[in-house]
């Protein structure tokens, strides 16, 4: 199945959280500022329905995502108020993926964990949660993966000063 017909049937089916279809586009001549935007096409859909629409993509058998490839977040900008959270779907059975692109807000900066609904969400939401600062409630095992538990801050977000020292030791 294509992007649009998957889009459509989510659309049938009222999936839960979902809100539109950001497909790439041209710049718009008329516009200097417009660059348009290439890419994947991707569907936007609620951060907090997030984990329910993940389930109804896995679930459905016309859509069969027996797989979550990939779950990270990308910081847009320091004065953005919304970090993206970037899924990657794929189905083998049915040779078919999907890009999914949920707005979560930087103040609380948090979403429901999707480990209940796909394992492999486990160590992208704890790599996503020390380098953003996102908070994944009800995530089964929140430590640290990459950095030392009393690391200060976040340092994939566009805010982030990286320190000048760290336990006595020179960063510079």
Same mark, same amino acid.
């Given at each position: 199945?294509?992007?649009?017909?998957?889009?459509?049937?989510?659309?049938?089916?009222?999936?839960?959280?979902?809100?539109?279809?950001?497909?790439?586009?041209?710049?718009?001549?008329?516009? @200097?500022?417009?660059?348009?935007?290439?890419?994947?096409?991707?569907?936007?859909?609620?951060?907090?329905?997030?984990?329910?629409?993940?389930?109804?993509?896995?679930?459905?058998?016309?859509?069969?995502?027996?797989?979550?490839?990939?779950?990270?977040? /990308?910081?847009?900008?320091?004065?953005?108020?919304?970090?993206?959270?970037?899924?990657?779907?794929?189905?083998?059975?049915?040779?078919?993926?999907?890009?999914? @692109?949920?707005?979560?807000?930087?103040?609380?900066?948090?979403?429901?964990?999707?480990?209940? /609904? %796909?394992?492999?969400?486990?160590?992208?939401?704890?790599?996503?949660?020390?380098?953003?600062?996102?908070?994944?409630?009800?995530?089964?095992?929140? !430590?640290?993966?990459?950095?030392?538990?009393?690391?200060?801050?976040?340092?994939? !977000? @566009?805010? %982030?000063?990286?320190?000048?020292?760290?336990?006595?030791?020179?960063?510079?």
């Amino acid at each position: 199945m294509d992007f649009q017909g998957i889009h459509d049937h989510l659309r049938l089916i009222n999936a839960p959280g979902l809100l539109r279809a950001d497909e790439p586009r041209a710049a718009n001549p008329e516009d @200097k500022k417009d660059k348009g935007r290439g890419g994947d096409a991707y569907l936007v859909v609620e951060a907090d329905a997030l984990a329910s629409f993940l389930e109804t993509c896995r679930d459905d058998e016309r859509l069969s995502f027996e797989i979550l490839a990939d779950l990270t977040a /990308v910081d847009p900008g320091k004065d953005d108020e919304d970090f993206w959270m970037i899924v990657q779907l794929l189905s083998v059975t049915l040779r078919h993926r999907l890009a999914i @692109k949920a707005l979560v807000p930087k103040d609380p900066g948090q979403i429901p964990s999707s480990s209940a /609904v %796909y394992r492999a969400a486990q160590w992208h939401e704890r790599e996503c949660a020390e380098m953003f600062g996102i908070e994944f409630t009800g995530h089964p095992d929140p !430590r640290n993966i990459l950095l030392p538990d009393d690391w200060p801050g976040s340092p994939l !977000r @566009k805010d %982030y000063e990286f320190p000048t020292e760290y336990r006595g030791i020179s960063c510079e």
